[in-house]
């Protein structure tokens, strides 16, 4: 028997503490269960605490941190089926922490990549082994868990996460779920180390000696000279068993909590779920959008607006990795050739010319194309900058005065890196956002990993923070593959790339999903010659750390084999949102190899891969503004409420599209508490039923067309009938 409180609304990455207060007057039954749901009423994970031994009241504590597919969290408390008892329950209560603006890379050691070394770990083993176990009972969560076997009464061992940055001075909590298989071993240590790599200071929590899985968590200030912390995974050197290990967490003094603030016209997309407490009835959908190209490039295939001259020549395959910026008049276009960087300029944004250039402005791709926002005609500042990769494996800054003659931009300091760096200009907190494909440092050296994407900012271009990890593929994008391995290998998603874009009130994320069907070194942790294809999805964040992906459809959908965006897709660091015939319209410039990444002709014959790399085009897809995801009822109705707001407008405006005659979308406002104010609910409410393009149709409420602003912080519920709600905006 069992009885489940009403869905709460959680954000991927927070953790939760849920207890209740019980009384077992009988038996032994009573267990507390923390869920996590995913949209479409699944449970994506779950965590649980028995109740103890002992009679009288007793408190019952269990934690948990939101998987990245989980909007709503439900407290369960529950009686084993094993036993006939009768207990009383009580007070329970929920807590919450913001997300982390710390992680582990690979804490839940999901990655594949050097199966069964645990990838992104180091390990320390003369007692025994750690090693990545993957059946269907091992993980806490997740499909994989590390198993440290200690055979040895006088050796240890250990498993030592990558290093990550921290702050002297600043609180940071360690976590990690354990489960006691046989012996005493086991303990969690939280180190904080120097720059040369010297542990400064240690916490550490050992496992219990009870059954199933526990928490481990540990808590320090990180002293004076710390640059970075790590997490050892330990069996004692006194001890022999076996342990497993999964879902490691940090917590950081710097984790900030939800802000409700919504900037004037800020407009809230459909793409993420940070603005949404609850959904139902609803799917999230998403739409690829039209491929429009260049008709004179018709023959090469839909949607090309750029193709290559001769190969082995100057401008053979182009392909962006690079920007698109406004110029006056018309768009200029940086991109990446197999020579170096390319310009070429567009009036419309369809049809590109290189102007008579017969050479590259730079030898080196670039790694998005930025205008500075203090630069004057005739001032001292560049007008333009950019990153490039260059063989000792850092990003170093270009600065132009013209963006065709470039130079070292020499007190910028670079960044550790690989070959793809993606950079952004931020309007909304004036500051450059470099997403990196990073290989740091660790203590000990470690492989290099897989690929992933991390974040570093600057104000000025030239002074950066350290790097942080931003963004990984995990165990659903690897279930998400269709294309098969070759040679016996069980393919594997990466992150090859992910420019972040400021747009409205979140950046989108467009990461770039490597699916690997076949690697030459994956013990070794290379990045290098793998092959597959590569697909664009899209993703959501405010605070470029923590990311929401509820549909991982293709943002841009991949042609058929044979086409020339069947096989490496990648995006432009910018998107355009323009008007067009006086309607609003956003542009993607992407870029595409016909082939799979590193695939030759030797290793079509070899049977590694199926088509060969080559035929590299750029390309156009062109939606009505923000229209990239929906919540769309079709002949049912469905909800969507929103987390609390405080907007600096009141003017509420929708983007909405019905789905047929019957279609509308009508909006109650509510209190903090979720409650009807008199005046915004739906008696009151007068139904959008047009569709309604950006910057969308005004809400009204009967003859009120603003929103209440003496209720403090307030919610929207939107009710939609057969249609499509992509986003809203308050002004």
């Known amino acids: 028997m069992s009885l489940r409180s009403a869905p709460v609304a959680v954000l ?10 019980l009384n077992r007057i009988s038996g032994s039954g009573g267990w507390l269960y923390l869920e996590f749901w995913r949209a479409d009423g699944t ?22 941190v939101t998987p990245n597919d989980a909007i709503t969290a439900t407290v369960l408390a529950y009686s084993s089926f094993a036993d006939a008892a009768t207990t009383v329950w009580d007070d329970v209560e ?3 922490r913001a997300p982390g603006q710390r992680r582990v890379p690979n804490a839940g050691f ?15 083993a003369p007692g025994g082994s750690a090693t990545v176990v993957n059946t269907a009972t091992a993980a806490h969560t997740g499909v994989r868990a590390l198993q440290i076997v200690d055979v040895s009464s006088s050796a240890e061992v250990s498993a030592l996460s990558r290093a990550v940055p921290v702050s002297p001075g600043e609180t940071a909590t360690a976590s990690v779920w354990a489960r ?30 009870v059954s199933g899985w526990q928490q481990l968590g540990v808590t320090g200030t990180a002293p004076a000279r710390t640059t970075t912390l790590t997490v050892r995974l330990y069996s004692r050197q006194s001890s022999r068993g076996t342990t497993m290990w999964d879902d490691v967490t940090l917590q950081s003094s710097l984790d900030r909590p939800y802000d409700p603030a919504l900037a004037r016209d800020a407009v809230v997309l459909a793409v993420g779920d940070q603005r949404i407490e609850t959904y139902s009835g609803l799917s999230r959908v998403m739409h690829p959008g039209t491929k429009d190209g260049d008709p004179a490039q018709a023959h090469v295939g839909a949607g090309v607006v750029l193709t290559g001259t001769a190969a082995g020549t100057w401008d053979a395959n182009p392909r962006i990795s690079g920007s698109v ?9 940086w991109y990446t050739t197999s020579s170096g960087t390319a310009l070429a300029t567009s009036v419309d944004g369809r049809v590109w010319s290189r102007d008579g250039r017969t050479t590259t402005v730079t030898t080196n791709g670039n790694g998005g194309v930025v205008r500075s926002p203090t630069w004057t005609p005739g001032g001292t500042e560049p007008q333009y900058f950019t990153s490039r990769s260059t063989s000792d494996f850092r990003y170093h800054a270009l600065q132009s005065a013209d963006g065709i003659s470039w130079n070292a931009l020499t007190d910028s300091m670079p960044l550790n890196g690989w070959d793809v760096v993606n950079v952004t200009w931020d309007p909304a907190t004036q500051r450059f956002v470099a997403m990196l494909k990073y290989y740091p440092v660790s203590y000990p050296q470690v492989p290099t990993g897989p690929r992933t994407v991390w974040v570093s900012t600057s104000v000025d271009y030239r002074t950066w923070t350290t790097p942080q990890p931003a963004f990984a593929a995990d165990h659903f994008d690897n279930e998400l593959i269709t294309d098969a391995g070759t040679h016996g290998v069980t393919p594997w998603s990466e992150i090859y790339g992910m420019p972040a874009i400021r747009h409205g009130d979140q950046y989108l994320g467009l990461p770039w999903v490597f699916d690997v069907i076949h690697s030459p070194n994956p013990v070794q942790g290379d990045p290098g010659f793998d092959k597959g294809r590569q697909k664009i999805q899209l993703a959501a964040s405010r605070d470029l750390v923590n990311w929401s992906r509820p549909n991982r459809d293709e943002l841009v959908a991949r042609g058929p084999e044979g086409s020339w965006d069947w096989g490496f897709n990648l995006t432009s660091t910018t998107m355009q949102t323009v008007t067009v015939d006086g309607q609003q319209q956003t ?35 062109v939606w009505p503004a923000d229209r990239f995801v929906s919540f769309q009822a079709a002949s049912d109705v469905g909800t969507v409420t929103t987390r609390p707001l405080a907007p600096a407008g009141n003017r509420l405006a929708v983007n909405f599209e019905p789905g047929g005659p019957d279609g509308s979308l009508i909006v109650e406002v509510l ?44 919610r929207l519920r939107f009710t939609v009938t057969n249609g499509d709600l992509y986003a809203f905006t308050i002004n």
């Open 12 to 21: 991927p990455g927070e953790r939760l503490t849920a207890s209740a207060w």
């Open 43 to 64: 449970r994506t994970s779950a965590f649980s605490a028995p109740a103890g031994g002992m009679s009288g009241w007793q408190q019952v504590t269990i934690q948990g």
């Open 94 to 96: 929920l807590v919450s």
């Open 110 to 124: 999901e990655e594949p990549r050097e199966n069964p070394k645990p990838t992104e770990w180091s390990v320390d």
């Open 180 to 209: 006691r298989i046989s012996g005493t071993t086991g303990t969690l240590y939280l180190e904080f180390r120097d720059a040369a790599g010297v542990r400064l200071a240690a916490v550490t929590d050992d496992v219990d000696g």
């Open 325 to 333: 910026l406004p110029e006056d008049p018309g768009y200029r276009m």
């Open 587 to 621: 542009w993607l410039y992407y870029g595409s190899f016909s082939g799979e990444h590193s695939c030759l002709a030797a290793n079509v014959a070899a049977g590694d891969c199926r088509v060969a790399y080559g035929r590299s085009n750029i390309g156009r897809v």
């Open 671 to 714: 209190d903090l508490a979720g409650n009807p104010i008199p005046g915004y609910d739906t008696g009151a409410a007068t139904p959008v039923t047009a569709d309604s393009l950006a910057p969308g149709a005004i809400v009204r409420w009967g003859e009120k067309t603003t929103l209440p602003t003496d209720v403090g912080p307030l």
